[in-house]
């Protein structure tokens, strides 16, 4: 039997704590050692080995080219992941520098953020911009590029906008006073925005990488605070050194085209058959395989589950996709949950659907989880599993949390969670509402054909906000002209006269 030694664990999950603990645990091993009484019996540690908050390194100084002091210090972010915060300064030139990066490796898929401020305490959510990020004020159409890691808040970022905006208005003024005009309009309109005079408004933060982050807050509702992942495309993948252009995707052979478990005439998708085509990884852009099978759900409609598994980097996305026509109207299921038989119904979510359960104080915008077939234990226990893990440390069953969560957040997240496990055993009665633009999501009926007391169905006219985010209101299906098909067919009529 092999004897797997301490050099042998892989430095992440609970093994990881060791290197990235959250600053409260530090500062308590800290006094920890201070008060603790000296035992003579022990060997005494030099200045070196002795445990510190923050690491120092001497460093070139790349202003002065003389050796400053870098200082590293390695924490957890709640609700997000592991951080490195560092600090240079020197003392011959009095040169300062301070960023942030992700310890962590690059996510798997990309990630944007939307927060929709309309208090004044929305300017204290904690805001992580990675080097890749890009945020942008909506409203203000003013955006900050990808550049320097940052570890702020809302209100720092449009603090530090309109600080470099005002740096040199005065020789805007005298050189170029046109464009002097046009940035004091959105200086001016930017200060209103931190006094509290142009609520409501939005800040947006895209991030390739998907290793920055908005703070979330349990009371924010549909709407507030959104977060969607997504597929990079090449150029973002080239940009992260993630993949390289030359390397072209293979055409695929005859292993890996389409296989299924009868013939087939081509074009043709046969309900229950698995089919597998090549396809490239988002997380690390080379080849693999996806699977789709078209599943039929009974009284609803035909959709489409998807499967992707590479096997270089462990990359795994399942997907549901609804197909069939764009319905005239949205449409709102509401489904009273009274015991575990609800439990274990059958639930489409689709991924332009938002859910919520108002006894839960639970809300998840569209996009957020993306499309998922499932049971209503199984749709719990997933939304459970992921803001524990965010919000509390790796092996913390405690729910004390990380140091920066204030008391009384860590009592309403520990109460929210308290009422999603006593939903998902049955000891708790809740309401599932499920709003879907597309009308694309279901919620299993136990008594068809017969109508199911349970569940209540309306339909809804969508909004212009809902039209614009479907890409609805700018879809032309009558009357449209193909330019570049009738131009080829053009070419060919000439070229069978000239013949």
């Known amino acids: 039997m092999t004897d797997h030694t301490q050099e042998d664990i892989k430095p992440d999950g609970a093994a990881f704590d060791e290197f990235f603990e959250s600053i409260g645990k530090k500062t308590q091993n800290l006094d920890i050692k201070d008060q603790a009484p000296a035992d ?4 005494k540690l030099n200045d070196e080995e002795d445990q510190r908050v923050v690491d120092e390194i001497e460093s070139l100084c790349m202003n002065c080219h003389e050796n400053g002091i870098t200082r590293l210090l390695l924490t957890r972010i709640p609700f997000f992941r592991e951080i490195i915060i560092m600090s240079f300064f020197c003392p011959h030139c009095s040169f300062k520098n301070s960023e942030i990066q992700s310890a962590g490796e690059i996510q798997q898929k990309g990630s944007k953020y939307e927060l929709r401020l309309t208090t004044l305490f929305d300017f204290a959510r904690q805001v992580v911009k990675s080097d890749s990020g890009i945020v942008k004020f909506i409203e203000l159409d003013i955006e900050v590029p990808a550049g320097r ?20 208005q005065p020789e805007r003024k005298e ?14 309109k930017g ?5 509290g005079k142009s609520f409501p408004f939005r800040i947006s933060l ?14 924010d509702g ?11 495309t090449l150029e973002q993948n080239e940009s992260l050194g993630l993949g390289d252009r030359s390397e072209e995707p293979a055409t695929g052979d005859s292993n890996s085209t389409r296989q299924t478990s ?15 085509f090549p396809a490239t990884c988002p997380g690390c852009t080379r080849n693999c395989i996806t699977h789709m099978k078209m599943v039929e759900i009974p009284h609803f409609k035909q959709v489409v589950i998807m499967s992707t598994v590479c096997d270089h980097c462990g990359y795994r996305s399942n997907e549901v996709k609804t197909g069939g026509e764009v319905p005239e109207k949205g449409k709102r299921i509401t489904l009273n949950v009274e015991n575990r038989t609800d439990l274990g119904r059958d639930i489409l979510k689709s991924e332009s659907c938002a859910l919520e359960c108002p006894e839960l104080s639970l809300s998840i915008n569209p996009g957020t989880l993306g499309g998922r077939f499932t049971t209503v234990e199984g749709l719990l226990s997933q939304v459970r599993d992921d803001l524990h893990q965010q919000i509390f440390d790796i092996g913390d069953d405690t729910g004390k949390g990380g140091d920066s969560l204030p008391s009384e957040a860590k009592k309403n997240w520990t109460a929210f969670f308290d009422g999603i496990d006593a939903a998902i055993q049955g000891e708790k009665k809740f309401t599932v509402i499920l709003s879907d633009p597309l009308a694309s999501s279901y919620v299993q009926n136990l008594c068809s054909p017969d109508k199911d007391l349970q ?45």
């Open 149 to 168: 890691g940052q570890l702020t808040n809302v209100e720092g970022l449009l603090s530090m906008i309109l600080e470099e905006l005002e740096l040199k």
């Open 222 to 232: 549909v709407g507030k605070w959104s977060k969607v992942e997504y597929s990079r």
């Open 40 to 43: 003579e019996s022990l060997p």
């Open 206 to 219: 895209d991030d390739p990488s998907g290793n920055s982050w908005i703070e979330p807050d349990q009371k």
């Open 262 to 276: 009868g013939d087939v005439a081509d074009g043709d998708i046969i309900p229950n058959e698995v089919y597998s």
């Open 455 to 499: 569940i209540e169905e309306e339909e809804y006219e969508r909004t212009a906000e809902e039209e614009e985010d479907l890409g609805l209101s700018d879809m032309k299906t009558e009357g449209y002209l193909d330019e570049v098909g009738d131009e080829r067919r053009r070419i060919e009529e000439e070229s069978k006269n000239k013949t």
């Open 191 to 195: 200060k209103d925005m931190l006094e």
């Open 175 to 188: 050189q170029i006073p046109e464009v002097y005009a046009k940035i004091e309009e959105i200086i001016i």
